[in-house]
């Protein structure tokens, strides 16, 4: 963008190399070049800026192949502007003497109007051919076409307008036809993996077969080395019989010898011991009648003995006795004394004690009236009885102490309680 310096009656207009001023004073183009820097009066003055720059166009072209199929056709354009003057004329490509900016956006509209010419090419081609050739060959076709139709078009070159060169990016469908027509590739493509995957497996079965027949020869081989090895087995086994055979026949013989030599031995030995168990009576014989006449006599011997020995064990039993009697009968004298004597003490140290209460008591009731005496006794008696049967009471004795009783109310006096019978109490 062109720098534009503002002072109070002047300003200063500054351009790039690619950019080609216009500058307009009371209407009438007073200055023009590219890169050119120079000073003004704002306010009569009118500037266009135009790019002698290669610019570039991007626009999305969507129509219909011949089988009534939306296709869509990005395309890229890149243009010039031969004559910056026409084109200018054409198009507004004023700025503001404020900051240099565009007023409008002519490169916008200078798209549009690329994206209008290159339409009726595209249309015309898609009309003629199918989707899956639109497609598959759209992008070079349309690029050749769109060439040769926006270069010869004079509309764009009235505008000062020249095509440097033509891209049409891709040539779409829309996503359910795109994922169609991929549909026979993709498949393709699986049905070759799966052959691939088939010849996979039937190599790997041929190899399996391979194995198992390897397995199969090395079984059987295994099978005849075993057979061999029966046979072998067998014949060892026998042969381990006949050994087995002929050693249990030499032991049978050797076990006959034996027991033959075992029967002259026992019939030798029997001999002996019948000769042997002869003598032995004989000496048995003689040996107990020995013994008899040795134990007749040892008996008789031990008898003497034991008449002598029990007649001396009597005798000193009766001794020990006698002594054992009389030392028993004098320490049961002593025992007897000595208790009699603690006995006799004992009594004598009670009855003393009791004689001493008595008389203490004796005396402690040797200055009490007659009656108060008689109530302790009362008294002492009622402790002493568990159960009293019948009370009689004397005309002796009633009046003796109804007698007391006036007398002592006449005098004053407190009457004497009443004397506890003398008889006809049952303790």
């Known amino acids: 963008m062109a720098q534009i310096t503002r002072y109070p009656f002047f300003a200063h207009l500054r351009s790039e190399p690619n950019q ?6 009371a209407g009438r183009l007073t200055r023009e070049g590219k890169g050119v820097a120079y000073w003004f009066r704002p306010l009569s003055a009118a500037a266009a800026q135009v790019p002698v720059e290669d610019c570039c166009a991007t626009f999305l072209l969507a129509e219909r192949s011949a089988d009534f199929q939306e296709v869509s056709v990005q395309c890229t354009v890149v243009y010039r502007f031969s004559d910056p003057k026409l084109a200018a004329s054409r198009i507004n490509f004023s700025i503001s003497l404020v900051n240099g900016n565009w007023v ?4 916008d509209r200078a798209a549009s109007l690329w994206n209008q010419r290159a339409r009726p090419s595209v249309r015309a081609y898609l009309a003629t051919v199918q989707v899956a050739d639109a497609v598959r060959n759209g992008p070079e076709v349309l690029g050749r076409e769109l060439t040769k139709a926006l270069a010869v078009d004079e509309e764009l070159t009235a505008m000062g307008l020249r095509l440097v060169s033509v891209q049409v990016d891709q040539v779409i469908a829309t996503p359910e036809v795109r994922k169609a027509l991929e549909t026979p590739t993709r498949e393709s493509i699986q049905q070759k993996a799966d052959e691939a995957v088939f010849q996979r497996r039937a190599l790997a079965v041929e190899k399996e077969r391979a194995i ?5 020869e090395t079984q059987v081989e295994l099978a005849k080395r075993q057979d061999d090895l029966i046979r072998q087995q067998g014949s060892n086994k026998l042969r381990e019989v006949e050994s087995a055979a002929a050693a249990e026949r030499a032991k049978l013989e050797a076990e006959l010898t034996r027991q033959h030599l075992a029967a002259d031995g026992a019939a030798r030995d029997l001999k002996m011991k019948a000769e042997t168990d002869a003598i032995a ?8 009648a020995s013994s008899q006449r040795v134990l007749g006599e040892a008996e008789a011997q031990t008898k003497r003995v034991l008449m002598e020995a029990e007649a001396h064990s009597k005798r000193t039993m009766g001794e020990a006795e006698a002594v054992a009697k009389k030392a028993l009968a004098d320490a ?3 025992h007897k004394r ?5 006995e006799a003490g004992a009594r004598r140290a009670i009855l003393e004690a009791e004689t001493e209460a008595e008389i203490r008591g004796l005396a402690a009731w040797k200055d009490m009236p007659p009656e108060v005496v008689t109530a302790l006794g009362v008294k002492a008696l009622g402790e002493k009885i568990t159960k009293i049967g019948d009370i009689h009471l004397t005309p002796d004795l009633v009046g003796d102490w109804l007698t007391k009783l006036l007398r002592g109310k006449a005098e004053g006096a407190a009457p004497a309680p009443l004397a506890a019978p003398k008889d006809g109490i049952e303790a």
């Open 104 to 107: 409008e956006d002519p490169l």
């Open 281 to 288: 009576q004989k000496t048995a014989t003689e040996a107990r």
């Open 332 to 334: 049961e004298a002593t």
């Open 212 to 216: 198992k027949e390897n397995e199969l």
């Open 20 to 25: 080609y001023i216009l500058h307009f004073s």
């Open 338 to 342: 000595l208790v009699g004597e603690a």
